[in-house]
């Protein structure tokens, strides 16, 4: 099973998209599983992972109303307030939802680095962890030394990085996130997200700017711990869903059938725990 471990749906009167702006033309409009299906049927993908793209309770709701209709969607990412007194009963109320499948605060959008290391969100991830959920970590490669902290408190909760944590490929870097990267997969059991690359590259990206990252993220995490996915529709503001695909080919070109298969659903399934 080929499974899209990230894709986001949205609609604008909703009002809770804070960075979702007129000026992002491509996407500033709303997004609905009617839009994707194409797409998916296309390229023999056979299910995905919604995931959150507002800090809201409601929006979380709203993709579970979702998910209720539609077949390919096999697990949702929502969220809650970490740092709400009753973050614990919220977390454990969502997830008597059977399609709710993990939590992402944004933490990419939360202005103190050490922010994931207070003490007030510890009833979070205890609740998380008893309700059997995943932690998508939406990282920056300056979280990625406090994540690793994290992960050393609870070695038992199941992580999976976001987008490869976003390092700087417009920029050509690649120290640091390098070494970081590379720390957190010796030290922890976190997966990986190998997807929201292209929005991090130059306008005029080709396979070759994202592979020395794509190359590093293999021999760190290894084929096992790396899941595939689109960043859809977000995607679109660099490549169109299609030519993802295609890159994604290119890139994991080397690698067996086995691996490949891993990567491109057997890894979402175990680190999510989905329904199929």
Known sequence: MKIDAH?????????????????????????????????????GIDGTVLVQAAPTIAETEYMLSLADRTPFVKGVVGWV?????DASAQISALAAHPVLVGLRPMI?????????????LSPAFDAL???DLTFDALTLPRHLGQLRQLLARHP?????????????????????????????????SAFCKLSGLVTEAAPDWTADALRPYVLHLLDTFGPSRLIWGSDWPV?????????????TE???????????????GGNA????????
């Open 7 to 43: 894709q986001h749906f949205w609609a604008l009167e909703r009002g809770d998209y804070g960075w979702l702006t007129p000026d992002l033309s491509q996407i500033y409009r709303d997004f609905r599983p009617e839009d994707l299906a194409p797409l998916l049927r296309t390229q």
């Open 250 to 264: 290119d890139l994991l070109s080397m690698l067996s059938l086995d691996d490949r298969a891993a990567i491109l």
């Open 108 to 120: 990419q959008d939360i202005a103190d680095p050490n922010w994931m290391l207070g003490d007030a």
């Open 156 to 188: 038992e909760m199941r992580v999976v990085i976001d987008h490869g944590s976003k390092p700087l490929i417009r920029d050509g870097v690649i120290e640091g996130w390098a070494e970081d990267m590379a720390a957190l997969a010796r030290d922890t």
């Open 235 to 247: 995607c679109t503001l660099a490549n169109s869903y299609e030519y993802w695909v295609e890159t």
């Open 81 to 85: 307030d970490f740092e709400a007194p």
């Open 129 to 131: 962890l008893s309700n």
């Open 269 to 276: 399934a175990k680190a999510y725990h989905l329904r199929t």
